[in-house]
Nanobody
Framework: QVQVVESGGGLVQPGGSLRLSCAAS????????MGWYRQAPGNQRELVAA???????EYSDSVKGRFTISRDNPKNTVYLQMNSLKPEDTAVYYC????????WGQGTQVTVSS
């Protein structure tokens, strides 16, 4: 089964940007839709962005207009460009298929704070 490893998180000030990467151990071409999820302390894991194999994207209302998801099928990598970050974006970010059926990775911590 495809394994995923997320990276690119960190501490950033409000209004800043980060680019997350999700590297898969195998081909993601066969996975119709890939998504980025996040989980803040005390909250359930939520889907924030998804992209189909053909490049059709969708976003949660909370990130629409600020985040951009993309995928590079030959490189088996999915990205999440996050701009205009807010403190409420603080969470551990994960990638997985949508609906999720891959093993969850360790995630990457994003902290937005001044």
């Amino acid at each position: 089964q495809v394994q995923v490893v997320e990276s690119g998180g960190g501490l950033v000030q409000p209004g800043g940007s980060l680019r997350l990467s999700c590297a898969a151990s195998g081909s993601i071409f066969s996975i119709t839709t890939m998504g980025w999820y996040r989980q803040a302390p005390g909250n359930q894991r939520e889907l924030v962005a998804a992209i189909t194999r053909g490049g059709i994207t969708e976003y949660s209302d909370s990130v629409k207009g600020r985040f951009t998801i993309s995928r590079d099928n030959p490189k088996n990598t999915v990205y999440l460009q996050m701009n205009s970050l807010k403190p409420e974006d603080t969470a551990v970010y994960y990638c997985n298929s949508r609906p999720f059926y891959l093993n969850w990775g360790q995630g990457t911590q994003v902290t937005v704070s001044s």
